[in-house]
């Protein structure tokens, strides 16, 4: 009888009791280490349930600091409250990462906040103003307070004059809304502490927000980070009890980043299950780490400009022949035979020079200025990618002509 592909798979003993658990979309009844963060939230927002307008809010924090988590879940609980209170309340979050314009973040909170026969607003086409007017009604006709989260709001203020377009139209909108026992409210969440600086003072005076900052978690905070969420997600007995504190570990290098966590202990029992054991143990979050870099430097590696991997393989193939520290010279030798090998023209060592300062910038290679006294200013060049990661093979499977470059033979200085 013929196998089926996924027998193999299906029969294996699955070590997640329920893997949800350790996704990103999983939103935990609980969240340690944040108290302080949650208390602001709710001093503020309370407001809303004794009929008053709470002030806007902006939350910044690096990723992974519970930002998106903490405020879901205060608003999830503000609106249980109003409900039960009797209170009009409602919140609208919008990722401003997908919905990136003023007049997109408009329709969206206007089609959120839609009632019954009310018509839709189209994706564009309308004018800014009709946009307005409709979101201005319906929250007049729904009343009460309306509390509206722009996640990820930088990817909206960096555009231009988007964010300072759209914050200045929201914060006039209380003015209108006043009237008919409506309140708005804005919290802007950020990875950017200088995002503030960046808007229209005319703007920061007007919004006038509460600061909370949350603070990257450390390792002892990672770990009871990662405890319920891996009782819940994973079988007992299932880890080792030095799985959780070596991911809390790596991640707590990582800006204490609460995601990097997770991931690195969902791919560790992945890994366990892939090699058919039932205990996940270090190695396995080792073998994860790995995966992680290498899912995140791929695509960095694959999508650089023709000539920057031309002058990342000139460092990499002198590396592979012993040499570190290597200088602007010795890389730009070897990128001119690799230019010949591609049929491009060799750009002038000045420009090569600033492509280096853009792959240390990339955190791919690492380019420290050092003096050599009277013969002026050098580089010592070495590159930082994880010593297992094949970064020529993921070139040469990115484009032919790196196929070309990199089978070719060069003429190396040799270690010295
Ligand atoms: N204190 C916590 N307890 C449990 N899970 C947490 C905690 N803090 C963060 N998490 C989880 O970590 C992941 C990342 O958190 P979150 O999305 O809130 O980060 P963020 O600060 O919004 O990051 P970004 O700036 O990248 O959007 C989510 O899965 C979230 O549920
Ligand atoms: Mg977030």
Not at 45 to 51: K, Y
Not at 205 to 234: C, H, W
Not at 242 to 256: F, Q, R, S
Request: charged content about 25%; some cysteine.
């Amino acid at each position: 009888m013929s196998r089926n592909l996924f027998d193999n798979l299906l029969h294996v003993k699955s070590l997640f009791r329920d893997r949800r658990a350790l996704g990103h979309a999983f939103n935990p009844q609980n969240l340690p280490h944040r108290r302080d963060e949650i208390s602001a939230l709710v001093n503020n927002l309370v407001e809303a349930l004794r009929g008053h307008a709470p002030s806007n809010m902006n939350l910044y924090g690096r990723p992974g600091s519970g930002k998106t988590a903490v405020t879901r879940f205060v608003c999830r609980d503000l609106e249980s409250k109003g409900a039960a209170e009797g209170c009009k309340i409602s919140t609208v979050e919008i990722n401003c990462r997908n919905i990136d314009t003023k007049y997109r973040v408009l329709a969206e909170i206007g089609n959120r906040l839609a009632g019954e026969g009310d018509e839709a607003i189209p994706f564009t086409g309308w004018p800014a103003d009709k946009v307005f007017d409709r979101v201005r009604a319906r929250m007049q006709a729904r009343a009460g307070v309306h509390v509206i989260v722009l996640d990820e709001i930088d990817h909206l203020v960096r555009k231009g004059s988007e964010g300072d377009d759209l914050l200045y139209s929201l914060t006039s909108l209380n003015i209108g809304l006043l009237e008919g026992g409506a309140f708005c409210c804005v919290i802007g969440i950020s990875n950017d502490l200088a995002f503030t600086e960046m808007l229209d003072p005319r703007v920061q005076s007007r919004l006038a927000p509460i600061d909370v900052v949350f603070a990257p978690y450390n390792a002892t905070q990672l770990e009871d980070v990662l405890k319920p969420r891996a009782n819940k997600g994973v079988k007992e007995g299932a880890l080792d009890d030095a799985v959780i504190p070596l991911c809390a570990a790596l991640a707590a290098k990582e800006d204490g980043d609460a995601r990097r966590a997770l991931d690195l202990l969902r791919i560790s029992v992945q890994q366990a299950e892939q090699n058919e054991v039932d205990v996940v143990r270090i190695s396995h979050v080792r073998q994860a780490q790995n995966q992680l870099e290498f899912d995140q430097i791929t695509p960095t590696i694959q999508d650089l400009p023709l000539q920057q991997k031309l002058v990342l393989f000139s460092i990499l193939i002198n590396e592979r022949n012993g040499l570190n520290n290597i200088s602007t010279g010795e890389v730009y030798g070897t990128y001119e035979m690799a230019c010949e090998n591609a049929g491009e023209r060799p750009l002038t060592s000045r420009r090569v020079s600033s492509l280096i300062r853009g792959l240390d910038m990339a955190g791919i290679i690492t380019a420290k200025t050092t003096s050599r006294g009277r013969h002026g200013m050098s580089k010592r060049i070495n590159s930082c990618l994880p010593p297992a990661f094949d970064a020529l093979k993921v070139m040469r499977s990115a484009e032919p002509v790196m196929d070309v470059v990199v089978g070719a033979r060069y003429r190396l200085q040799n270690k010295l």
